[in-house]
C-alpha cells in the first residue's frame, strides 16, 4: 500500500492511498482528497481504488486491517493540516496485516519558501 500526500498547485495539500510498490508506478492505481479529510473520506479513499479486493483477503490470506488504515489515512491528513511547510510526503510501502500496519519506507519533502 501507498499512502502520502502531494501539494497541488489549484487544491492545496492533497493525500493519496492506493496499491503501493511498483504497482502505483505500472497501474496508478490511487485515489486522492483534498485535506483535512474525516473517516469517511478515508473509507472511500480505500474503496474507490482497483485493488480494493486485496484488501479484504484472497488466497488464504487474512483481510488486511481497514479501520487501522483508515487512522493512519485520517492522522495524515491532520498532520498535513497542522505542519506547514510541507511539500510532499511518501509512505511506500506501507504493510497491511489483519491486525495493524506498518510504514516500512518514508519520505517527507519540506518547502523551501517557509
Request: aromatic letters at 8%; glycine letters at 10%; hydrophobic letters at 45%.
Amino acid at each position: 500500500i501507498i499512502m502520502g500526500m502531494i501539494k497541488d498547485k489549484s487544491f492545496g495539500p492533497v493525500v493519496m492511498f492506493g496499491l503501493g510498490g511498483i504497482f502505483v508506478e505500472v497501474l496508478k492505481d490511487v485515489s486522492f482528497r483534498i485535506v483535512p479529510i474525516d473517516k469517511e473520506d478515508a473509507v472511500q479513499m480505500m474503496e474507490e481504488i482497483q485493488g480494493r479486493k486485496l484488501l479484504g483477503g484472497y488466497r488464504g490470506k487474512e483481510p488486511a486491517d481497514k479501520e487501522t488504515l483508515q487512522k493512519m489515512l485520517v492522522k495524515l491528513s491532520d498532520f498535513v493540516d497542522a505542519t506547514p511547510g510541507i511539500e510532499e510526503i511518501d509512505m511506500n510501502p506501507v504493510f497491511a496485516y489483519s491486525e495493524g500496519a506498518a510504514v516500512v519506507d518514508a519520505r517527507i519533502i519540506l518547502s523551501s519558501e517557509e
